[in-house]
């Protein structure tokens, strides 16, 4: 019996509370600097491309710690990584928090993206292994609104401390934050016991069930398979669009529809509340059906035509708050889906290494889509920016159904 099968859900739900406390972290992290971007272009007399870079710097560093640490969680175990990962991540804020210069600041973009590159490749192979298969969905599914939380928590956090005291006490307060989780992630380290040797152990054997002439998969092998590259493609767009609309849907909508720009920052919060809330009912739909990528298809479908009535100006103003509310509920029903997807791509014994190469597709994406989609708006073509997202989502629809003809009838990973 593997450690999923034998699991109970009182353990399942604890389990599940730990990994995504990690997780919603993680996605915290990801917007400690940004919010203190005025503090710091003030201090260190910095321009905004200088502020860029180290968000750059961040997400590349984060991209190849992200695909090579699938390594290290397959070999060593997921729970030390994770400890190692949520470390760095407090040991980046100390590193911003003394800085006297642009280099100490590079310093710490290249530490958070090294603590930040764990966490996928961590959790998947944690819940994979840890939860009851029948529950699974909606530990997806709470893993990814842990995120947005995360998301939405960090820039009131910052920029509250910043403003009662300074920058510098901002990011002590979230280099604390960080060390507070670490603490309660080592006192409950038992429900994150991830025995390396005994989960290819059990992995086997449960192949061997299937298939009496098994035999494990290589190292490097799984890299030969075309499910994981369409996988990682199907993140890289993904993260493409998304990093276009929450880049420049502001200043997209002033220049449309003349609408403030703190008025589209509003309307992303929203896009991000949608998502969760779509999270929530995604988990309970792809426990319910047995075609993910069916969900995920409609989902996106529904999303892509919500950008191509904002782009093409069909909709009046009034009604962009709740188009973006539509497609961040579309967005959040497919995430439990794509994750159910990926995980059926998932070779035996290949968690983290799978999830690694697979999400590193994100923080790819998030360098990229930003550029791209700024080259359209500084071509005076603000519309093509949800135009362009529509026809992305049409890519990734196309890309879940690759996915799904090329998964072999195999018991998951």
């Given at each position: 019996?593997?450690?999923?099968?034998?699991?109970?859900?009182?353990?399942?739900?604890?389990?599940?509370?730990?990994?995504?406390?990690?997780?919603?972290?993680?996605?915290?992290?990801?917007?400690?600097?940004?919010?203190?971007?005025?503090?710091?272009?003030?201090?260190?007399?910095?321009?905004?491309?200088?502020?860029?870079?180290?968000?750059?710097?961040?997400?590349?560093?984060?991209?190849?710690?992200?695909?090579?640490?699938?390594?290290?969680?397959?070999?060593?175990?997921?729970?030390?990584?994770?400890?190692?990962?949520?470390?760095?991540?407090?040991?980046?804020?100390?590193?911003?928090?003394?800085?006297?210069?642009?280099?100490?600041?590079?310093?710490?973009?290249?530490?958070?993206?090294?603590?930040?590159?764990?966490?996928?490749?961590?959790?998947?192979?944690?819940?994979?292994?840890?939860?009851?298969?029948?529950?699974?969905?909606?530990?997806?599914?709470?893993?990814?609104?842990?995120?947005?939380?995360?998301?939405?928590?960090?820039?009131?956090?910052?920029?509250?401390?910043?403003?009662?005291?300074?920058?510098?006490?901002?990011?002590?307060?979230a280099a604390i934050l960080a060390l507070v989780v670490l603490f309660f992630l080592w006192m409950n380290r038992e429900l994150l016991t991830d025995d390396a040797k005994a989960r290819h152990e059990s992995n086997l054997a449960n192949a061997r069930k299937n298939d009496p002439n098994h035999t494990p998969i290589g190292t490097f092998d799984f890299l030969k398979l075309p499910a994981v590259?369409?996988?990682?493609?199907?993140?890289?767009?993904?993260?493409?669009?998304?990093?276009?609309?929450?880049?420049?849907?502001?200043?997209?909508?002033?220049?449309?529809?003349?609408?403030?720009?703190?008025?589209?920052?509003?309307?992303?919060?929203?896009?991000?509340?949608?998502?969760?809330?779509?999270?929530?009912?995604?988990?309970?739909?792809?426990?319910?059906?047995?075609?993910p990528e069916r969900t995920v298809v409609i989902c996106l479908m529904i999303s892509a035509l919500m950008s191509i009535v904002i782009g093409t100006e069909i909709a009046s103003a009034a009604l962009i708050p709740s188009l973006f509310v539509v497609i961040g509920i579309g967005l959040g029903v497919a995430a439990p889906s794509r994750d159910l997807m990926i995980r059926s791509a998932t070779?035996?014994?290949?968690?983290?290494?799978?999830?690694?190469?697979?999400?590193?597709?994100?923080?790819?994406?998030?360098?990229?889509?930003?550029?791209?989609?700024?080259?359209?708006?500084?071509?005076?073509?603000?519309?093509?920016?949800?135009?362009?997202?529509?026809?992305?989502?049409?890519?990734?629809?196309?890309?879940?159904?690759?996915?799904?003809?090329?998964?072999?009838?195999?018991?998951?990973?």
């Open positions: 019996m593997s450690v999923a099968q034998g699991s109970l859900y009182p353990s399942d739900n604890r389990t599940i509370g730990l990994i995504s406390l990690a997780h919603g972290t993680s996605h915290f992290y990801h917007l400690v600097l940004p919010p203190l971007f005025p503090w710091l272009k003030t201090e260190f007399a910095l321009s905004y491309a200088e502020l860029g870079l180290l968000m750059t710097i961040f997400f590349v560093v984060s991209c190849a710690v992200q695909a090579s640490s699938g390594f290290l969680v397959d070999h060593k175990g997921a729970r030390p990584v994770l400890f190692a990962g949520v470390g760095l991540l407090a040991l980046s804020a100390l590193t911003y928090a003394v800085s006297s210069s642009y280099v100490g600041l590079v310093i710490g973009a290249v530490l958070m993206g090294c603590g930040n590159g764990v966490f996928h490749p961590v959790d998947y192979t944690l819940m994979n292994h840890k939860i009851s298969p029948k529950r699974l969905p909606y530990a997806y599914s709470f893993h990814g609104v842990t995120g947005y939380l995360g998301w939405a928590f960090a820039p009131v956090f910052m920029v509250a401390i910043a403003e009662l005291a300074d920058w510098r006490t901002a990011m002590k307060a590259w369409l996988c990682w493609i199907f993140f890289f767009l993904s993260m493409v669009a998304m990093a276009g609309i929450q880049s420049f849907a502001p200043s997209a909508f002033l220049k449309i529809y003349d609408i403030s720009v703190a008025s589209g920052n509003f309307f992303l919060t929203l896009l991000a509340l949608g998502s969760a809330g779509g999270m929530i009912l995604g988990g309970y739909i792809a426990s319910k059906l047995a075609s070779p035996q014994g290949a968690s983290g290494r799978v999830y690694g190469i697979v999400y590193s597709g994100i923080d790819l994406g998030a360098s990229v889509g930003p550029l791209a989609f700024g080259i359209l708006l500084d071509a005076g073509q603000p519309n093509w920016l949800f135009l362009g997202v529509a026809f992305i989502q049409c890519l990734i629809i196309f890309t879940a159904f690759k996915v799904a003809s090329n998964i072999p009838n195999k018991t998951p990973a």
